[in-house]
């Protein structure tokens, strides 16, 4: 039977009792129905997760004994930092939830010149809080002991200067493909050196002056074979490639690691 996974911020330590959030403690009492002694695994991203059971299920509270820790980690050696240019609705969603399972590290929403989504009064904030709260149920399916950073908002212009690492962005006019990339200073790096960064754009694509800005700070312009693909399909595409290609899609799993 599978033993459901949640994330915490709290503080995690063997033979403690916790108390639950109330969207945690709203899950487990509502949703997963768990009855008192049923097991549950913790992970607060700090690497590893606790093995727990349920000490109390209550209208008022939801207590874990926190019991075992399990030193697991499912973490691609390659870090990759995605700027994800707003997309719309459920493309953005899609986007951060795939990318949490295909093992991004960092994403920033970044505003483009054909961003189709205004952010008005609080719209802002809400947004971050909701791409929060899927890149938290991503981490939880997909097995992650390691919480993606997810960043303000923040201007492409103001991002792309930051940037570093072997730094490529999705251009359906380049020619170069990322099979042709020849990374050699990333390969020399030991792993949990590698660092890809990713730029993706929003529905309408890069303008003619965002390709020239992306390009003059060492973003090297690269498409994914013949076929315009949405925004979305296109992320998750590419994130996929750098895997298989640097990453840990072409390694064997360890049982004993969870990687």
Request: include cysteine; hydrophobic fraction near 40%; charge should be neutral.
């Amino acid at each position: 039977m599978r033993v459901s996974r949640l994330y915490t911020p709290a503080p995690l330590v063997t033979g403690k009792l916790i108390e639950l959030d109330d969207d945690n403690g709203h899950y487990v009492r509502t949703v997963l129905r768990l009855k008192k002694d049923a097991e549950v695994i913790l992970f607060n991203g700090q690497g590893g997760e606790y093995l727990c059971t349920v000490s109390e299920v209550s209208r008022k509270a939801v207590l874990i004994s926190v019991e075992q820790w399990i030193d697991r980690s499912v973490e691609s050696p390659l870090q990759v930092i995605l700027g994800l240019g707003i997309s719309r609705g459920d493309r953005m969603d899609l986007t951060v939830q795939k990318a949490v399972e295909l093992g991004v590290n960092q994403i920033t929403p970044l505003l483009t010149e054909r961003c189709l989504v205004q952010f008005k009064g609080e719209k802002k904030p809400q947004r971050l809080l909701h791409w929060q709260k899927i890149v938290q149920h991503a981490a939880e399916q997909s097995g992650r002991t390691t919480l993606p950073a997810l960043l303000e908002v923040e201007q492409l212009q103001n991002w792309v200067g930051k940037q570093q690492g072997l730094k490529v962005f999705l251009d359906p006019y380049a020619e170069t493909t990322l099979t042709e990339l020849k990374p050699e200073t990333m390969k020399a790096c030991p792993e949990r050196s590698r660092r890809v960064t990713l730029l993706t754009g929003p529905e309408g694509g890069f303008s003619d002056q965002e390709r020239e800005l992306a390009k003059a700070s060492g973003f090297i312009p690269v498409r994914l074979g013949a076929r315009i693909l949405r925004t979305e399909t296109a992320s998750i595409a590419a994130l996929a490639a750098v895997q298989l290609l640097w990453g840990d899609f072409g390694r064997v799993p360890n049982p004993e690691m969870g990687s």
